[in-house]
Each structure stands twice: as structure tokens, then as C-alpha cells.
């Protein structure tokens, strides 16, 4: 699976995520002590995220890393298999 996708489905998870939750970008960065800069970033896909950022969001979310993890899997879209 190419980078991009990922970045681009964690992207649409933590979009998906805040704005399920009625919260601003200023008030996602006030909870995880990420620059609000840096949430939009993450959310236009235009950064990597890391590790530690990745867990801070998914605890500001109410999930657990795996969970949001879950999540932004949804927005990868499904290759088809091989006909036999």
C-alpha cells in the first residue's frame, strides 16, 4: 500500500473524527498540544504524522491508536482480488 494512501485515509480519519466530535482545529491543538497548524496539515494530508501526534489524537478522540487506526482504514479503498 503507497504512503500517500495512508496519509491520505489518516487524513480523512481525523477530519472524520473532529468533526464527528463538533470540535474546531484550535480546540483539537489546545488537547493534544499540536499547533493548529500542524492539525490542518495533518488533516489536508500535507504531512506525515507521527507516532506520538498519531496517539495524542487518537486519546483526544476517546480511542485507542489501534481504533483510530481502524478507522482511517475505511477511507483506503479496497483493491479488488485476482480472478482465478
Same mark, same amino acid.
Request: hydrophobic share 40%.
Given at each position: 500500500?503507497?504512503?500517500?494512501?495512508?496519509?491520505?485515509?489518516?487524513?480523512?480519519?481525523v477530519?472524520?473524527? +473532529?468533526? %464527528? /466530535?463538533?470540535?474546531?482545529?484550535? +480546540? /483539537?491543538?489546545?488537547?493534544? %498540544?499540536?499547533?493548529?497548524?500542524?492539525?490542518?496539515?495533518i488533516?489536508?494530508?500535507?504531512?506525515?504524522?507521527?507516532?506520538?501526534?498519531?496517539?495524542?489524537?487518537?486519546?483526544?478522540? %476517546?480511542?485507542? *491508536? *489501534?481504533e483510530?487506526?481502524?478507522?482511517?482504514?475505511?477511507?483506503? *479503498?479496497?483493491?479488488?482480488?485476482?480472478?482465478?
Open positions: 500500500m503507497a504512503a500517500s494512501n495512508w496519509q491520505e485515509a489518516v487524513a480523512s480519519a477530519r472524520r473524527q +473532529r468533526a %464527528g /466530535l463538533k470540535i474546531s482545529q484550535e +480546540r /483539537l491543538a489546545e488537547m493534544t %498540544g499540536v499547533s493548529r497548524v500542524h492539525i490542518s496539515r488533516e489536508t494530508g500535507d504531512t506525515d504524522i507521527t507516532m506520538a501526534v498519531f496517539v495524542k489524537l487518537a486519546s483526544a478522540f %476517546g480511542m485507542t *491508536p *489501534p483510530l487506526l481502524r478507522d482511517a482504514e475505511l477511507a483506503i *479503498p479496497k483493491r479488488k482480488s485476482p480472478k482465478s
